[in-house]
């Protein structure tokens, strides 16, 4: 059990003479501590990030604050989220070499991580909201999803293994419960928290009298919370992703999980349609046509890469206790594995529209909104870049079943993105 008791959160003015004597830090960036340059420069909405700079080298330290950093006090988180996110770093780590940042030192009753500073990085949404186009995502993005999401379920792990993966992580209870509370459910009612663009009210009381909707978002909400599939990585959108032209990493994966297949895929591609339908707003003159027809390439080769490289784990390294190959290619029914990988795909395709859908509407209805969105200023344009999302999120979660390829939803945000202009 985490003693909280010896809990104290790090300052900028603490920090050096806090972590001065761990040998993960001064190996890296120097042992004289007074030397270092520290920064907060955590901008999320529940922890404390410092950058730390020494004679020798930089890194981060991440720590977890009691409480969410975004509402106050009055909210209390417990600390452990810093363990699940360690544990998660490592397995992702192993899953999928490169593309976490290198873990250094953690320390449970501190409830922080140091770790790789990662530079010239910048985080996707960010670059995404300035109008630049990381060429390598699509691809590192689709690896990322299907490396880590095979790799911790029962189509690889053993089933011992997998089982006390799953326990470890099932007390990650309280970050499940803000996501269940606050996508699948806070966006469908007037929640206290929940805010929203002025503008939208119609479109918000045509959702929350959507019975479609409200029952097909339940229904996600139960296969989220009692569909073990995988270790998700539980909370993984363009802000949890920092990038150059040559590199692209995934971060914090403290909401990580044993959850449904499709989840991290949704909440993925959901954050770059959101950042398509906020590209009108950020033109200052000059066209975002070639940014969204950026965005909709990420989304396919995300997709087409994610399915591929799933394919080719499915067929080469399916060693767990589903889908044995003892019933398919061992009696030379080879056939019988592809049915099987077939049907495992299309569900995590339906799937994971409908969990990109809830996404749009609680990032513009709900508590945390995305900066693709609130960073423009002008409120009838934001709510006209709004509109069309929520339009989307409506389709996918109700029609999902309908929809046959990534494609049909790329040319239905270009109908919409249309629709929009006057
Ligand atoms: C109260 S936490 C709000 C959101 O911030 C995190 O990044 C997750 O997306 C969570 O839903
Ligand atoms: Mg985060």
């Known amino acids: 059990m985490l003693d909280q008791t010896s809990f104290s959160p790090l300052s900028v003015e603490t920090l050096a003479s806090r972590l001065g004597t761990v040998a993960a830090v001064t190996d890296r960036i120097g042992a004289d501590s007074s030397a270092w340059r520290v920064r907060e420069v955590g901008d999320g909405n529940l922890n404390l990030v410092f950058i730390v700079e020494g004679p020798a080298g930089t890194v981060i330290v991440k720590q977890a604050l009691p409480y969410v950093r975004l509402v106050g006090e009055s909210w209390p988180l417990p600390l452990k989220r810093s363990f699940f996110e360690y544990h998660a770093l ?59 999401l095979f790799r911790g379920s029962d189509l690889s792990m053993t089933a011992r293994a997998r089982k006390a993966d799953l ?39 045509s959702l929350r009298a959507d019975r479609d909707l409200k029952v097909e978002a339940q229904h996600l909400k139960l296969m989220f919370s009692s569909r073990a599939e995988t270790l998700v990585h539980g909370d993984l959108h363009t ?81 767990g206790m589903l889908y044995p190959k003892s019933l ?15 049907g495992i795909l299309h569900d995590i395709f339906t799937d994971m529209l409908g969990f990109a859908g809830v996404e749009m509407h609680r990032r513009i209805l709900g508590l945390a909104h995305n ?20 339009i989307l999120g409506r389709h996918l979660v109700v029609n999902r079943h309908r929809i046959a390829s990534i494609d049909e939803v790329n040319s239905l945000t270009g109908r919409l993105e249309k629709e929009k202009r006057p």
């Open 167 to 205: 326990a470890l992580f099932a007390d990650n209870v309280e970050l499940c419960d803000i996501t269940e509370n606050l996508v699948f459910t806070d966006p469908y009612f007037e929640a206290e928290m929940n805010r929203h663009t002025p503008g939208l009210e119609g479109m918000i009381a």
């Open 90 to 148: 490592m397995r992702q780590a192993e899953r999928d070499p490169g593309r976490v940042p290198e873990i250094f030192h953690f320390d449970e009753a501190q409830a922080l991580i140091v770790m790789e500073f990662l530079s010239p990085h910048i985080i996707l949404r960010r670059a995404l909201i300035d109008g630049r186009m990381p060429p390598k995502i699509g691809r590192d993005l689709g690896l990322f999803a299907a490396r880590t």
């Open 328 to 342: 398919y290619e061992d009696q030379g029914d080879r056939m019988g594995a592809r049915q099987a990988l077939d």
């Open 371 to 390: 900066a693709d969105f609130e960073t423009i200023e002008d409120e009838r344009l934001r709510a006209a870049c709004e509109t069309p999302a929520l």
């Open 239 to 319: 802000g949890s992703i920092m990038v150059t032209n040559d590199d692209t990493r995934v971060i914090d994966p403290e909401f990580a999980f044993y959850g449904p297949m499709a989840f991290d895929v949704g909440m993925l591609l959901s954050n770059f349609w959101m950042s398509y339908f906020s590209q009108s707003g950020h033109e200052d003159g000059r066209s975002r046509a070639a940014q969204r027809d950026y965005i909709v390439d990420v989304v396919g080769t995300i997709w087409e890469t994610f399915r591929a490289e799933f394919s080719r784990l499915f067929e080469e390294e399916r060693a």
